[in-house]
């Protein structure tokens, strides 16, 4: 579905490369985490895919077209909700989604509007100015302007950024059901969780170069060899006591809870050692890495 292999960036009179030799598979119904720290290249690489940024080399298909010689196919796949939402206009949302469906030849495209503005919670603003909109209502018009027609794939830098909590999720549930019917979508965030919870697949990119691009249930097995174990005592605890386990960089929590690094085929040797030591727990938990946990990893390694 979208192809991209040797792809460089390099912005001058700066000569700051913002992509490095990257290489990317995207498959029809994926749905890929971009993630990256600002400055590493996300942006950079939306853009060249929207068309409003010029690659230095390399090579971008998308759904089989060549981007230099095919500019108008491709867009027609391909939908882009940009960071900003800095969209400024003053025809209302129904006529300014109506205009979009009409670059891309699509004259009665009443329906597909009406569904898109009930989906984005929208309808009561169909008929309002895009300057009216809230900075939450206009990421949710700009979500409905990239999918006015219809796109295969749709990529979303940063949607959820300045979203309130109940509207994020709302976001999130449109989002899997786009993704159910078929849509192959990329996503951008900071938003770490929001990744887990929707993504199955993830991609790091850290200074212009991929650092990591696995299936997300595989990366977090790869980095979940090692857990996070906490005991609850009901007395009080001792660090110094607690040297019998330093190769598992023991912590003491509000005196009574010891928090444990483990590798899980060592859960049952430190259970034993504790008994052992006649140290009677009343509670045992085990928490795995979360995927914000395995991005700091990657990121600082």
């Known amino acids: ?27 029809k119904g994926e749905f890929t ?35 230099d010689t095919h500019a108008l196919e491709t867009k027609r796949i ?30 009665h495209n009443g329906a597909t509007i009406d569904e898109l503005l009930e989906a984005l919670y929208l309808t009561e603003k169909r008929n309002s100015n895009i300057r009216e909109l ?5 990421k949710r018009f700009l979500i409905a302007k990239a999918l ?3 796109p295969k794939i749709l990529v979303l830098d940063e949607p959820t950024a300045g979203v309130d909590i109940e509207m994020r999720h709302t976001l999130y549930d449109f989002l899997l059901r786009l993704h159910q019917e078929g849509t192959t ?24 170069r991929i650092i990591a ?49 483990v590798p899980k085929k060592d859960l049952p040797k430190v259970v034993h050692m504790i008994a052992q030591k006649n140290m009677a727990f009343v509670d045992l938990g085990i928490e795995k890495p979360k995927l914000e946990d395995i991005y700091l990893s990657l990121i600082h390694r």
């Open 185 to 208: 979508i990329i996503l951008t965030t900071h938003y770490i969780e929001e990744a887990e919870k929707l993504c199955d697949r993830v991609v790091i990119i850290d200074s212009g």
């Open 148 to 150: 006015v027609h219809r």
């Open 213 to 261: 691009d696995e299936p997300k249930t595989q990366l977090m097995e790869n980095f979940s060899r090692e857990v996070t174990v906490e005991f609850q005592f009901d007395f009080e605890l001792e660090l110094a006591d607690m040297a019998f386990l330093n190769m598992y960089h023991p912590q003491i929590e509000e005196k009574t809870r010891l928090q444990l690094r």
């Open 1 to 27: 579905m979208l192809n991209i292999s040797n792809l460089s960036k390099t912005y001058l009179p700066e000569k700051k490369e913002a992509l490095k030799n990257i290489h990317l598979q995207i498959q």
């Open 33 to 67: 985490a971009l993630l990256g720290q600002n400055g590493a290249g996300k942006t950079t690489l939306i853009n060249i895919l929207a068309g409003n940024v010029l690659k230095t080399a390399g090579m971008v298909t998308i759904g089989g077209y060549n981007l």
């Open 134 to 138: 809230s900075g939450g209502m206009k």
């Open 78 to 107: 391909i939908g882009i909700v940009p960071q900003e939402t800095g969209y400024d206009s003053t025809f209302p949302v129904y006529e300014t989604l109506k205009k979009q469906s009409g670059y891309f030849g699509m004259r």
